[in-house]
């Protein structure tokens, strides 16, 4: 019997990093999102193809249910190997899963460019965790690692306040929809940067984290319940500043678009795939001009 399972992607809009520790961050469900179709296959053998959002194939292999309960690994193909992490975590979490049928034809089918960095990871866990009926968050928890923030969109339709209290997730919907939506913009930053160094230095700093936290989870509030473009912006610009401050960092907006009228926002870890601009004027022009040829509406984006 053919099952098919979706999750939504993701934007952490605030909170980035100090979500790990406590702290409430803002983040929004995308429309782009990934589905996992599971069909019958050759006893004992799972056979697995991913899709990129164009149809093209970046994964393609197999692998034996016995692999899998021996938690394999190949050293010459590091997706394989974490794909088998995930599949023996889920079975840890629900041993009698597999006896009922052990033989699977899989496909994963992401509805964004993978490139795009909005969720290819978190998606698979969600759904992989709904089709072996599991709780998604231990899931990752046992096998990425991470704050769960991007399990939680994957989960919901609407924006939502994420926080861990006491190491344990906890999700509010909250109504955010402001009157200027239209001038809120994503930008793909048509790369990907390494950002160990920055967790690197944001862990090295661990005994200042206590005094942000308040700090961040009043200007999350803030964006939040903005009601003008004007307090917006300034509860996003002062966001930057706090996290380039712990980060030792420089902000995206004094790397990279210096000369913008408006405000460029990190989203997640810092030098990561999309920014978000806000500005009163259509920046189209500017970043076009700069190279950059993904812009996306908020409403394009975001559920």
Same mark, same amino acid.
């Given at each position: 019997?053919?099952?098919? &399972?979706?999750?939504?992607?993701?934007?952490?809009?605030?909170?980035?990093?100090?979500?790990?520790?406590?702290?409430?961050?803002?983040?929004?469900?995308?429309?782009?999102?990934?589905?996992?179709?599971?069909?019958?296959?050759?006893?004992?053998?799972?056979?697995?193809?991913? $899709?990129?959002?164009?149809?093209?194939?970046?994964?393609?292999?197999?692998?034996?249910?016995?692999?899998?309960?021996?938690?394999?690994?190949?050293?010459?193909?590091?997706?394989?190997?974490?794909?088998? %992490?995930?599949?023996?975590?889920?079975?840890?979490?629900?041993?009698?899963?597999?006896?009922?049928?052990?033989?699977?034809?899989?496909?994963?089918?992401?509805?964004?460019?993978?490139?795009?960095?909005?969720?290819?990871?978190?998606?698979?866990? =969600?759904?992989?965790?709904?089709?072996?009926?599991?709780?998604?968050?231990?899931?990752?928890?046992?096998?990425?690692?991470?704050?769960? $923030?991007?399990?939680?969109?994957?989960?919901?339709?609407?924006?939502?306040?994420?926080?861990?209290?006491?190491?344990?997730?906890?999700?509010?919907?909250?109504?955010?929809?402001?009157?200027?939506?239209?001038?809120?913009?994503?930008?793909?930053? =048509?790369?990907?940067?390494?950002?160990?160094?920055?967790?690197?230095?944001?862990?090295?700093?661990?005994?200042?984290?206590?005094?942000?936290?308040?700090?961040?989870?009043?200007?999350?509030?803030?964006?939040?319940?903005?009601?003008?473009? %004007?307090?917006?912006?300034?509860?996003?610009?002062?966001?930057?500043?706090?996290?380039?401050?712990?980060? %030792?960092?420089?902000?995206?907006?004094?790397?990279?678009?210096?000369?913008? =009228?408006?405000?460029?926002?990190?989203?997640?870890?810092?030098?990561?795939? &999309?920014?978000?601009?806000?500005?009163?004027?259509?920046?189209?022009?500017?970043?076009?001009?700069?190279?950059?040829?993904?812009?996306?509406? $908020?409403?394009?984006?975001?559920?």
């Amino acid at each position: 019997m053919k099952q098919t &399972f979706y999750s939504n992607g993701k934007l952490l809009i605030t909170g980035e990093y100090v979500v790990l520790d406590g702290a409430q961050a803002l983040a929004l469900p995308t429309k782009f999102g990934q589905n996992l179709i599971i069909e019958e296959g050759l006893p004992n053998t799972f056979e697995w193809t991913s $899709y990129d959002s164009d149809g093209s194939i970046w994964f393609e292999s197999s692998f034996s249910l016995q692999e899998v309960l021996a938690k394999k690994e190949f050293k010459e193909d590091k997706i394989k190997t974490r794909l088998v %992490e995930i599949l023996y975590h889920g079975y840890l979490l629900n041993k009698e899963f597999f006896k009922k049928h052990s033989g699977y034809k899989i496909k994963t089918e992401l509805t964004f460019p993978k490139t795009w960095g909005l969720g290819t990871s978190s998606t698979l866990i =969600n759904n992989i965790a709904q089709w072996l009926e599991i709780d998604a968050f231990t899931l990752l928890k046992n096998s990425f690692g991470g704050s769960g $923030y991007d399990i939680a969109c994957a989960k919901y339709s609407s924006p939502i306040i994420y926080q861990l209290i006491d190491g344990k997730p906890h999700t509010i919907e909250t109504d955010f929809f402001p009157d200027f939506i239209d001038q809120i913009y994503f930008v793909y930053l =048509n790369q990907k940067q390494n950002s160990r160094t920055a967790i690197k230095r944001y862990n090295e700093k661990k005994a200042d984290i206590k005094t942000i936290i308040p700090r961040i989870n009043t200007l999350t509030q803030q964006v939040i319940n903005a009601t003008e473009i %004007e307090s917006f912006s300034k509860a996003l610009e002062l966001h930057e500043i706090e996290m380039s401050t712990i980060l %030792e960092k420089q902000t995206v907006k004094e790397t990279l678009f210096t000369d913008f =009228n408006g405000v460029v926002k990190s989203l997640g870890a810092w030098g990561g795939d &999309f920014v978000m601009v806000v500005s009163k004027e259509n920046p189209l022009s500017y970043f076009l001009d700069k190279g950059y040829t993904v812009i996306l509406s $908020y409403k394009d984006i975001i559920l």
